[in-house]
């Protein structure tokens, strides 16, 4: 205090933790429940984030279980909606099928105009 006249500052704002503890809360009080200890953490972004994986993953399921086994085939796809960009290059090599044998060779062309000489 000696220097300063005796006066205290106090900052208003809260102290802004850094490093490794930033976004750390208190530890839980003993006794706590596991609701209590994660209310404080809850954000709006947590919960549609959370919500979304879970509509995500509970379509696919659902998809995977109620579809019988190659029930979709030529019948239920549309015309030039898969591509040879859309399906994988083993599957593209599966359709353009075995090479042939090499054709004869053809004939050699006639001989080239000489060219300019370099000085």
Do not use: E
Not at 5 to 27: E, L
Not at 47 to 58: E, K, P, Q, R
Not at 97 to 113: I, L, N, V
Request: proline share 6%.
């Amino acid at each position: 205090m000696a220097g300063n006249g005796g006066t205290v500052q106090v900052s208003v704002y809260p102290k802004v933790r850094t490093g490794c503890h930033a976004g750390r809360t208190k530890k839980p009080r003993k006794g706590a429940t596991l609701f209590r200890t994660f209310w404080g953490r809850l954000s709006y972004s947590n919960v549609v984030a959370t919500a979304a994986v879970f509509l995500a993953l509970g379509g696919t399921s659902y998809a995977a279980v109620s579809l019988p086994a190659n029930s979709v085939g030529t019948k239920q796809i549309k015309n030039h909606a898969v591509t040879l960009k859309k399906i994988a290059s083993s599957a593209q090599r599966a359709l353009h099928g075995a090479t042939g044998p090499p054709g004869p060779q053809g004939a050699h062309g006639p001989k080239g105009d000489t060219g300019a000489t370099g000085t």
